[in-house]
C-alpha cells in the first residue's frame, strides 16, 4: 500500500499525558500537512510542511503541539499534558505541491481520546 | 476572514439527483475542492475546480462561479453509498485550504 499511513489508529490517554503520532506521507510528496477534526466540523488546519522545513503553524496550535519532519519524510505531532479538548481525529495529509495537483491525500487519521 | 458556508445536511432519494451547494470568501482564490467523507473515515478527493463552468466526472460534477464565489457539487442516480459527508474547501493565496463544516446527506431507500 503506497497511500498515506498513520498510527496509532486511536489512542486512550489521561489527561495530562503526552501523545505522539506518526505520519508517512507518499514517498515522492513533499508536502505534508496536519489537520484536526471533530465530529460535525470540518478538517482545522494545524501545520504544514514543505520537505522538512515547517513552513506555517495555526494560530489556534498552543505551544502544547509540535510536530517535526526530520529528513523531510515522514512526520510526529506531539502532543503534551494532553487535555480533554484535545480528543479529535487527527488528520494527516500530502501532496506532491498543491499547485501541480490540486489534491491532497489523506490518511486514516488517529483518534485521540483524552479521558 | 475567510468563510466557506455550506448546508449542514441534506436528505435525497436513491436514484435521485442532488445539488449541494458551497459559498466562499477567501483571501485570494486559487481553485475549490470538494471532498467526500464517510463516517469515521478519512476525506478522499472528488473534484478541483479552478476556472469557471462545470466539470462532469460521471455521476458527479463540479461548477465554479468566481464572480459569484459559489459552487456546487452535482450528484445524479443516488445509490445508498453516496450518503456520506461533502466538504468543500476554497484554497487561498498561500495555498492553503479553507474547509467547510461539511454537509451530510442522507440517501433514503
Known amino acids: 500500500d503506497t497511500g498515506v499511513s498513520q498510527n496509532p489508529r486511536h489512542k486512550i490517554t489521561k489527561r495530562g499525558q503526552n501523545v505522539t503520532f506518526r505520519c508517512d506521507p507518499i514517498?515522492?510528496?513533499?508536502?505534508l500537512y496536519w489537520y484536526r477534526q471533530t465530529l460535525g466540523q470540518g478538517p482545522e488546519f494545524l501545520t504544514y510542511f514543505q520537505n522538512e522545513a515547517q513552513l506555517e503553524k495555526s494560530r489556534l496550535l498552543s505551544d502544547r503541539f509540535s510536530a517535526e519532519r526530520p529528513k523531510g519524510s515522514f512526520s510526529t505531532l506531539e502532543i503534551q499534558r494532553t487535555e480533554q479538548g484535545d480528543s479529535a481525529m487527527y488528520l494527516c495529509?500530502?501532496?506532491?505541491?498543491?499547485?501541480?495537483?490540486?489534491?491532497?491525500?489523506f490518511g486514516e487519521g488517529s483518534r485521540l481520546t483524552v479521558l | 476572514g475567510q468563510n466557506i458556508d455550506q448546508p449542514t445536511e441534506m436528505t435525497a432519494t436513491e436514484g435521485a439527483i442532488v445539488q449541494i451547494n458551497c459559498t466562499y470568501q477567501t483571501s485570494g482564490f486559487n481553485g475549490l475542492f470538494w471532498y467526500q467523507q464517510h463516517a469515521g473515515e478519512a476525506p478522499t478527493f472528488l473534484s478541483y475546480?479552478?476556472l469557471d463552468g462545470l466539470e462532469e466526472k460521471g455521476r458527479f460534477s463540479s461548477f465554479l462561479s468566481r464572480s459569484k464565489g459559489y459552487s456546487y457539487l452535482l450528484l445524479k442516480e443516488l445509490q445508498m453509498k453516496d450518503s456520506a459527508s461533502y466538504l468543500c474547501?476554497?484554497?487561498?493565496?498561500?495555498?492553503?485550504?479553507?474547509w467547510g463544516a461539511g454537509t451530510k446527506l442522507i440517501i433514503k431507500p
Open positions: 474547501a476554497g484554497v487561498d493565496s498561500n495555498y492553503q485550504l479553507i
Open positions: 495529509a500530502s501532496s506532491p505541491s498543491l499547485r501541480d495537483t490540486g489534491e491532497l491525500f
Open positions: 514517498s515522492e510528496h513533499n508536502r
Open positions: 475546480n479552478v
